[in-house]
């Protein structure tokens, strides 16, 4: 019996979740575990595709700034004065210092360490006592600028700099979702954030199907969304969505079984009953009701943790209005809820199961699990060879 966990993924456990969807397995142990895929997962799933890091409502006014650690680059995102997103490395171009942590509004940005300064736009201001340095160019010298791009109000990084332009994945995305206007909405709340001990795909896997809906959420969704109402819309390679079908009982047309916040005014009466779970790989949550929209972001941080941020994006009329604060109030602690006391003790008990010298892939259940293993296709097709011994 081995007693160390697996690092990597044997032919035959790859060949299991390779089959079609009646005959498939779900992922072996070491994609839960493993810190060589954790970082072959870095590289090829995050660092060479598109990540979410920001919502643009997080930087309302010129000046504003956050800070967003994507594995080994810490970044900085902007908005300067003339309204541009900038997002940036932050490491100082005198000798690599952090020239900013964490998020606040300013003009400049001063290096802590020899005072270079550098302006919204990552450019270099000033160098002190550089004026006898030969071939020093203030002028071209500036904090490396990201590839970006803003879908939807949500701010995405490329950082090999060579993946297909993102509004060309999401093409179909945005048709399903164009009558949410999501970049309009903005958020209830600050957001909250959650040291999560388990591995990243645990908690997005959860995106993928509501069959999750028979255990977990057996008294927040299933009685209103039943997990075998469930069906997915569309499975790419790029994303995913999963419609909850129609709600049950003919009051329930909120995603929470009936807590009253005003309708996004331009949905459809039949996108008004059906909530969605949108997850635009690799690590964008999206769970879209009549509503609001719950935003959830992940990043891995080790084979077997990931940082979660929670929030909830709502119409401005909603927000704004003073005879709603209760209601919406009650709503994001209910939103809370559901992943504090649903989610998050199965995705433990889950991590904990996974790590037993016991564990074996399982079988999927067909259909509801479809969305999961187009996931685990992408998954295999994108790290290839490198997960194998
Ligand atoms: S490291 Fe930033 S000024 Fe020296
Ligand atoms: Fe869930």
Known sequence: M????NQFVTTEQLAKLRLPLEEACNLPQAAYVSEHIFRQEAEQLF??????????????????????DIFDYPLL?????NNDIHLMSRACMHKGTLVA????NTKLFVCPFHAWSYGLDGRLKAAPLMDKVKNFDRKNCRLREMRTEIWEGFIFVNISGDAEPLHTQLTGLQKILANWHMADLVPAHEAFYYDQRQNWKINSESFLEAYHHLGAHIKTFQPTYPAANSYPIESTGKYSVLSFGPAQAASATNIDGGMELPFIQTLSEAERLEPMVVFVWP???????????????LMPTSAESHDLWLNDLMPRNTVEDAKLEQAIRDRVQWARSVHESDDMPVFERCQSGIRSPFYEQGRLSVPYERCLWEFNQWWAERLGERILK
């Open 2 to 5: 081995p007693l160390t966990h």
């Open 47 to 68: 660092l060479t595709h598109w990540v979410n890091v920001a919502h643009v409502s997080q930087l309302p006014k010129p000046g504003d700034y956050l800070c967003v």
């Open 77 to 81: 995102l902007t908005r300067d004065n």
């Open 101 to 104: 942590e964490g998020s606040g």
């Open 283 to 297: 690590n964008l949550l999206l769970g879209i009701g009549a509503d609001q929209v719950a935003y959830y972001r």
